[in-house]
């Protein structure tokens, strides 16, 4: 499938919008990372066009590689699930990111024929259709930069006055790149970022506050949701969901009728591999 002309933002046309936000999933939280990466598989053939994925997941707790090597990572791993959350190991970049159902994963996909690696770009143009959203729709004036004291701090983290409300992660293939949103829309940010705060307070253990321990020291002041920074409490997941999608079409994109479903078994075989690969700690 040959690309056609670029949208405003860069983005390959045809481009679609694959939504499955609408209902909050539950249980394992790698089958809709599984999705993606089946997707970014066929997006780098040719046999798919590029597309953005939604998606929001009921309760989990989304690792990094680093996190899962902290030394009571198990114990932490462990509380969580018996709290009813998912827990898993992300093969994008970044550290943990907790999951309600305020927070919608906005996931841009996109063919790279050359194989070039262009990852500042990538993030840079989630970053432009995140602040024009949020611009358009609410008067908000957000930034990228990385925010201390969130949690997974990040250079492309987005934030307004100071307070994150997005982080941003990536997975590249050999074809094909994923460009993953975490933006916390309705709930409460501080109230995620309490929870990634016990996770590590759990999975540092005795060797807390040690300088070699590589974990992020997360304050909840500082990740906020939209609803708390418009003071807005009727935004939520959904009303941002359609200024998003506002904004994709202004730059042609094309809400798809249904999104691919993969063959049987497919996602399981992904999952299973992906926690073979990444969920062990050393």
């Given amino acids: ?22 209902t909050p999933m539950e249980g394992d939280v790698l089958l809709p990372f599984a999705y993606e990466e089946w997707l970014c598989r066929l997006i780098g053939r040719g046999e798919l066009p590029a597309g953005v994925h939604l998606w929001r997941h009921r309760g989990a707790a989304v690792l990094g ?3 899962r090597r902290l030394p009571e990572a198990e114990a932490a791993m462990a509380q969580f699930a018996a709290e009813g959350w998912s827990v898993a190991v992300r093969n994008s970049g970044g550290a943990l990111v907790p999951l309600d159902e305020g927070v919608v994963n906005v996931t841009l996909m996109l063919p790279n024929p050359a194989g070039v690696m262009e990852h500042r770009a990538d993030f840079r143009r989630m970053v432009a259709l995140l602040t024009e959203t949020l611009r358009d729709a609410w008067g908000l004036r957000a930034e990228a930069g990385e925010i201390a004291g969130a949690y997974c701090p990040g250079e492309y983290d987005v934030s307004v006055d100071g307070r994150k409300f997005c982080g941003i992660a990536q997975r590249r293939q050999l074809r094909a790149s994923a460009v993953q949103a975490f933006v916390v829309a309705g709930g409460s940010g501080s109230a995620l970022a309490a929870r990634a705060r016990r996770f590590y307070d759990t999975a540092a253990g005795a060797r807390a506050g040690e300088s070699g321990l590589d974990y992020p020291v997360v304050e909840p002041g500082f990740t906020a949701s939209l609803a ?8 939520d997941a959904a009303a941002f969901k359609r200024a998003l999608i506002r904004s994709l079409e202004r730059h042609g994109a094309v809400r798809a009728a249904e999104p691919p479903v993969p063959p049987q078994g497919e996602l399981e075989r992904l999952v299973a591999a992906m926690r073979e690969r990444y969920d062990k700690r050393a």
């Fill in 65 to 67: 590689l680093r996190d």
């Fill in 1 to 22: 499938m040959k690309e056609k002309n670029e949208t405003g933002l860069g983005l390959p046309a045809p481009f679609y919008i694959w939504d499955r936000s609408e």
């Fill in 228 to 235: 708390e920074l418009t003071g807005d409490a009727a935004l």
